[in-house]
């Protein structure tokens, strides 16, 4: 074997590998975030929000190579079997998990960071329709409940939560849970993280 083939071989042993420990960990993250699911094979096979991520991951490469026809009907070919809709120019981090997952859309210039997790619902959609960065951009570890709009270029910080049904138009700082129409910002009590003011603000239920 030429030196040119073992290292044409080498890199896509190293590509495959990367995919296949990408996929591990998103399996990983969805199985930790739904109490439903107790195994990798099921999670694989069963999840919308999973197959719409998978999807994502490959039209957003296509986005980026200027391929935007396919990107986009690589797009709506999942929006079709999922219920999701995430425009393949949006930014998505890692273990990101789409529970349920019918309704959820994502416009073009979100950002989402890594350990997001979004329930059925939700849109991070725009408020203008200048070719500028219009939707949201979403810190790491937020929490987004059912029905939840968030709309425009805001901002919402790591850790914070956002209620059921919530419609946010403002930023939202880290740390705090932003409830109601419109959206209000509160932080937790003293020693009250936000995983446990779920429990003290009805509209955080999902």
Not at 15 to 43: F, K, Y
Not at 53 to 82: I, V
Not at 151 to 160: K, N, Q
């Amino acid at each position: 074997m030429s030196g040119r083939a073992a290292s044409l071989r080498a890199r896509a042993g190293g590509v495959l590998g990367s995919v296949v420990d990408a996929v591990r960990e998103d399996l990983d993250a969805a199985i930790a975030r739904d109490p439903a699911t107790t195994s990798r094979i099921e999670m694989a096979l069963a999840s919308p929000g999973l197959h719409a991520l998978w999807s994502h991951r490959a039209s957003h490469a296509l986005w980026l190579s200027g391929a935007r026809l396919p990107a986009r009907l690589l797009s709506q070919a999942t929006r079709a079997a999922t219920g999701i809709e995430i425009h393949p120019g949006a930014t998505i981090g890692r273990r990101f998990f789409v529970d349920h997952g019918m309704g959820v859309v994502i416009g073009e210039t979100a950002e989402v960071g890594d350990d997001v997790m979004l329930y059925h619902g939700v849109t991070l959609g725009g408020r203008s329709m200048e070719p500028v960065k219009r939707h949201p951009t979403l810190g790491d570890g937020v929490t987004v409940g059912a029905g939840a709009k968030i709309l425009g270029d805001v901002t919402v910080g790591h850790g914070a939560q956002v209620g059921a049904n919530a419609v946010v138009t403002k930023d939202v700082p880290a740390m705090s849970v932003a409830t109601g129409i419109p959206a209000q910002v509160r932080r937790p009590d003293a020693g009250l993280d936000p995983e446990q003011a779920l429990y003290d603000e009805p509209a955080l239920w999902i």
